[in-house]
């Protein structure tokens, strides 16, 4: 049933028992998890674990073929099974997802996908949207075609193309992944902005099974393992006293990678 946005008690994202089978095997089991106003929240796991899965179902753009059951209510409207095109203005997700290349038209310049996207935005607009995910400075680039753009630089086009979005929700599926450190530094940077940029904040669903780079950006994890959640924890929590045996192997692999940095000059600048 869908239910009016409630001022201030209902939170942005509420999962409750979302079950996902794909070609008859559970993927997903009875997950339940919610996620406040301008709260920034990690959902770790390993490779397989369902984090994807779980992303595209909030999302509204599961595989095809997956069959949903359960809830998940974006600012308190019902929304499973909704594919994002026929949700309403309340229940739409900001994403940005891994893959920056298939998110923009291969065959159309960034000026002429800008204003596409954009159309009412004025020149100054968008040398500040440029500007706010450190773009500003590339030559030619409204001309430009994707492909002719580093796989950092198009990633951190797509964040601010979110973040033109007004939803109160960003879900980002490993948007730091492919890149190299320090531009992985400027995404997380960028991501900080944008949820942090006004009106309100924006609450965030952060997909990774990097934890290290999710100790940086989210206050609260989720660690999913073959389709479960099985810790839901305070960042600083899940790192100081994992109790799940796989958030303890996740958080002990963190802090040896760590030592190894210190040892090489450090990765981070953060202690895991
Ligand atoms: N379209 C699909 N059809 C069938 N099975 C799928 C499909 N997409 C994913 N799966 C399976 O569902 C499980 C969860 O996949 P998912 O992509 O959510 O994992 P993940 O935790 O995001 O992994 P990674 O970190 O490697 O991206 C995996 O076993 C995967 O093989």
């Known amino acids: ?3 009016n946005r409630t001022q201030n008690t209902e939170p942005v994202l509420a999962v409750e028992g979302l079950t996902m089978r794909l070609a008859d095997e559970t993927r997903i089991s009875g997950l339940s998890f919610s996620i406040g106003a301008g709260e920034r929240v990690c959902l770790l796991g390993a490779s397989g674990s369902g984090k994807s899965l779980t992303a595209r179902a909030v999302t509204g753009t599961p595989p095809a073929g997956a069959i949903l059951s359960g809830s998940i ?17 309340t229940s739409r997700v900001a994403t940005v997802f891994q893959d920056s290349s298939t998110a ?3 065959l159309m310049t960034l000026g002429k996908q800008l204003r596409l996207a ?3 935005a004025s020149e100054d607009q968008l040398c500040t949207m440029r500007d706010a995910v450190g773009l500003g400075d590339i030559a030619q680039f409204y001309t430009r075609y994707p492909a002719e753009l580093s796989g950092g630089q198009r990633q951190r086009l797509c964040l ?7 939803s109160s929700l960003l879900v980002a599926d490993e948007p730091t ?6 531009t992985q530094q400027q995404v997380l940077q960028a991501m900080r902005n944008a949820c942090a940029s ?23 994890a989720l660690v999913m393992e073959n389709g479960v959640l099985v810790e839901s924890a305070g960042m600083a929590q899940l790192l ?12 002990h692999a963190a802090r040896q990678a760590a030592v190894l940095h210190q040892n090489t000059g450090s990765r981070y600048g953060v202690a895991v």
């Open 198 to 220: 006004p009106p309100s904040p924006r609450a965030l669903l952060f997909i990774t099974h990097d934890i290290a780079v999710a100790a940086q950006l989210c206050e609260r």
């Open 177 to 182: 992944t492919a890149l190299d450190v320090l």
């Open 104 to 106: 923009l038209n291969p």
């Open 73 to 89: 209510r974006v600012n308190g409207v019902e929304a499973c099974g909704i594919h994002p095109v026929s949700r309403c203005m």
């Open 1 to 3: 049933m869908t239910r």
């Open 160 to 166: 601010a193309l979110a973040m033109q979005s007004t």
């Open 240 to 251: 100081s006293h994992p109790q799940h045996p796989y958030s303890q192997k996740l958080v």
């Open 118 to 120: 954009l159309p009412a």
